[in-house]
């Protein structure tokens, strides 16, 4: 079992920055790979940005490839995410998870862990 608490969301004006953290507890934090997906009103959960377990290795979703930048410390069992050059389409509520699967799980469902979430709210 383990247990993902953000913190980090808040509001910010478009071209600002924020920076969201995951910590976890629980089992060993290297055997999980984590994510960051978002969701906005009416839509669906969307994939954002990952880093495979036994890895430092970021993989990003196209609409914030070259803005975000996610990173992991296994030492402290925690993920952040550094969003810059936020926009308005960036306004979501974002969700911290975690596998065991191995590769490079894009999905929703392939996280058995989620986090409660953290609104980002960004206006124009």
């Known amino acids: 079992q383990v247990q993902l608490v953000e913190s980090g969301g808040g509001y910010v004006q478009a071209g600002g920055s924020l920076r969201l953290s995951c910590a976890a507890t629980?089992?060993?934090?290297?055997?999980?790979?984590m994510g960051w997906f978002r969701q906005a009103p009416g839509k669906e959960r969307d994939f954002v940005s990952l880093?495979?377990?036994?890895?430092?290795?970021?993989y990003y979703g196209d609409s914030v490839k070259d803005r975000f930048t996610m990173t992991r410390d296994n030492a402290k069992n925690t993920v952040y995410l550094q969003m810059n050059s936020l926009k308005p389409e960036d306004t979501a509520v974002y969700y911290c998870?975690?596998?065991?699967?191995?590769?490079?799980?894009?999905?929703?469902?392939?996280?058995?862990?989620w986090g409660q979430g953290t609104q980002v709210t960004v206006s124009s």
């Open positions: 998870a975690a596998t065991t699967d191995y590769g490079v799980p894009k999905g929703v469902g392939q996280y058995d862990y």
């Open positions: 629980g089992r060993t934090f290297s055997n999980y790979a």
């Open positions: 880093i495979p377990r036994s890895s430092n290795n970021a």
